[in-house]
């Protein structure tokens, strides 16, 4: 069985850009969730979507958006990029009130 | 609210020898319980959860932690450490039937292994 897939694994880009990441789940599973890792602030939730509508929302600014498409694919979008964004950017697909499975990530580099 | 506190940033112990990994939780609701392991350039790999069936949980690869309401902890133990278990430890709560998101992660507790 095919885990959570992450792409791309690496992402360098020039402040003021914008940058997409793209997500797939486990086969089967509604939710994907995404997080922002960085040795500052540790892991910090963005936000989940389940079934194409987003359903938690995290403490980020707007710059930082997503969705969710049918067949559970998601992509998060980072727009107009700072120094602070570098992180490494974590996705995790579940079933319903289940445990969450975390892909590789996606480590961004924001110069 | 949910939070998460892993009392030690480092940990470090000789092979062979028991590893404790110490966290306690705070949580308005009746809480899920996760413990996860991030090995270098790796993502999150689930060790246990607890999810308010039986206290003491085992996970994978010999762990297992017990959940103690009155003292709101969650450590993670192992009776005999090996190299390959140093990486970074996640303690992670969520709200127990909120489909576990968004979960909260404690700042990370890094395990060396000595030989």
């Known amino acids: 069985k095919a885990g959570v897939t992450q792409t791309p694994r690496y992402l360098i880009k020039t402040r003021g850009q914008q940058v997409t990441l793209s997500c797939s789940p486990i086969s089967g599973h509604r939710s994907v969730s995404w997080y922002q890792q960085t040795p500052g602030q540790g892991l910090q939730f963005l936000f989940e979507y389940f079934s194409e509508t987003q359903r938690n929302k995290g403490n980020f600014p707007g710059r930082f958006s997503g969705r969710q498409f049918s067949n559970s694919r998601s992509e998060m979008n980072v727009s107009t990029l700072e120094l602070g964004d570098s992180a490494l950017y974590l996705c995790?697909?579940?079933?319903?009130?289940?445990?969450?499975?975390f892909g590789q990530g996606t480590r961004l580099t924001v110069v | 609210a949910q939070s998460v506190t892993q009392l030690d940033s480092h940990v470090s112990v000789s092979e062979g020898t028991p590893v404790l990994l110490r966290c306690n939780y705070s949580?308005?609701?009746?809480?899920?319980l996760f413990w996860y392991v991030q090995h270098p350039n790796k993502g999150l790999q689930l060790l246990l959860k607890?999810?308010?069936?039986?206290?003491l949980v085992k996970g994978i690869n010999g762990f297992e932690a017990e959940f103690k309401k009155s003292e709101t902890s969650f450590h993670l133990t192992k009776p005999s450490a090996h190299m390959s278990d140093a990486a970074e430890y996640f303690c992670?709560?969520?709200?127990?039937?909120?489909?576990?998101?968004?979960?909260?992660f404690g700042k990370g507790t890094r395990l060396s292994v000595i030989a």
């Open positions: 949580s308005s609701y009746s809480p899920s």
């Open positions: 992670v709560v969520s709200a127990l039937n909120s489909g576990n998101t968004p979960l909260v």
């Open positions: 607890y999810t308010s069936a039986a206290t």
């Open positions: 995790a697909s579940s079933r319903s009130d289940s445990e969450a499975f």
